[in-house]
């Protein structure tokens, strides 16, 4: 693995375990939304909402990428349907927000970002809407990419030719690191940057892709492997 002077780094499932996070929020949201906009959680159980979701993926297809968008225009579906408008959506946000983004970061994620920050340039890459600033690692990051910024979400190769110019390398030297197996290795790989899957659950790699050029259980293991005493 060598010539490699940026990495683009995934962030949900690779530095912080996701599903549990929003399931967190999505309950908060749901109980501050009952505390003071009762006539929506009347209307609506938690199962109602994914499907008013749902569908507004389906109506907005070309912002799909953008999931803060379709948060907020859940929001106001359903503000608007229980006679409430739309002018609570930024405070109905904000309490997602703050849970959405008071994640369990994995223990060897910041040793192993302030290592790899000494010699590589890093560039977070996501289709979330996380928050780094929020989660207290931005300092550990010299830019960051968003799938709402590129306007495609991964695998799509639009926001990895945004990651690789805000990177200020080329692709070939370029490695993305994520743990899902299409979004992150294949779609890096299908847009010619090096490719390294985090494996945390000794998953078998799935045939139907080629096979990333590093498997790492853990970033962790990034800094040996890329000669970093």
Known sequence: MNNIRTITLDLDDTLWEIHPVIRRAEQRLYEWLGENFPRITEMYTPTDLHEVRSG???????????????????????????????????????????????VDIFPEVIPALEALGERFKLIAVTNGN?????????????NVVTAAMAGAAKPAAEVFDMAVRVGGASKAQTL????????????????????AWVNRTATNWPDEYAAPEIEVKHIGELPELLGID
């Open 56 to 102: 507004i993926v389906i109506e907005f297809a070309d912002r799909a990428h953008d999931l803060t968008f379709l948060r907020h225009t859940v929001l106001g579906r359903i503000g608007v349907a229980a006679g409430y408008g739309t002018d609570f959506i930024d405070d109905a946000f904000d309490i997602f927000d703050e849970v959405r983004n008071d």
């Open 130 to 142: 996380a928050n780094l600033e929020s989660i207290g690692i931005r300092d550990l990051f010299d």
């Open 176 to 195: 993305h690191v994520g743990d899902h197996p299409l979004y992150d290795v294949d779609g890096a790989r299908a847009a010619g940057l090096r490719t």
